[in-house]
């Protein structure tokens, strides 16, 4: 775990993109890593769920697209903590009364000032939508572009992928697997969106919400990976390569 915190912080965009600029990425990852945290407490020791309601809220206040994660935690607790449901739901709703109040007030729709920016980019590219049927560009750019890929940018996530199908061939991680598939999910979501690249930015700023998540499925497995020596050269030399491109987007960007 300790060596996939050293990854999380110093070879993902998380510290180019998240730690350099006041984007909402900050926030929600700290929320989605405090409501894991809490959650994996709730699975060993029988905590309250209330904190783990309370910080995937507040990730979706932060930005609203994260909802497909918070979703993929309601669903789990749906279906093996249905007793506690109803503590689970409460902060949530608290948090969702207040967000759609202040959207509503000061930009007069539930979804906030991303809808103004949403209309001013169909005017300024002459667009019709925002999204697009066409999956492939989005996903392959999102995957492997030069300038976006986060497998170029930060290789060492080929493990986290990796991790997933091992995690959907697990059955002692259930809970894992709902967040594999809201990370999938996620990684779909952005492919049908027009402008996937994430305007002016460096790396993979869209998604850069799923980075704790990417950085916690391989936990599991690293062992495994370094079981062959082979393998565990490859592992260190991603390692380094992902550093080297962070450190220089933190460097100039």
Known sequence: ??????IYAFATSTWSVSAQGLWQHG??????????????????????????????ALSVAARM???????????????????NLIKFIIPASVVAVLLFSYNFYHFNNFSGG????????????GITSIWTANILP????????????????????????ISIFFIFRDKEKTLFRYL?????????????????????????????????????????YTERFFSSKPVKLIFIAFIIFSVFVQLTGFLNY
């Not at 775990?1 to 050293?6: D, E």
Request: net charge positive; charged share 10%; glycine share 6%.
């Open 65 to 83: 697209p994260t909802a497909l994660i918070a979703l993929s935690v309601f669903f789990y607790v749906l279906f093996y903590h249905r007793k």
């Open 138 to 161: 989005g996903l392959t750019g999102l995957l492997f572009g030069p300038s976006r890929g986060i497998l170029v940018f930060s290789p060492i996530f080929i493990f986290s992928f």
């Open 1 to 6: 775990a300790f060596l996939w915190t050293l």
């Open 114 to 125: 991303n809808v103004l920016l949403e209309k001013k980019m169909l005017v300024t590219k």
């Open 27 to 56: 926030t929600v990852e700290l929320f989605l890593t405090m409501g894991l945290y809490f959650l994996i407490r709730h699975e060993k020791e029988g905590k309250s769920l209330i904190p783990v309601s309370l910080c995937f």
């Open 180 to 220: 594999a598939v809201s990370t999938l999910l996620y990684i779909a979501l952005f492919s049908f969106y027009r402008s996937w690249w994430a305007g002016h930015t460096f790396g993979y700023r869209y998604l850069l919400d799923i980075v704790p998540l990417l950085c916690i499925f391989p936990v599991f």
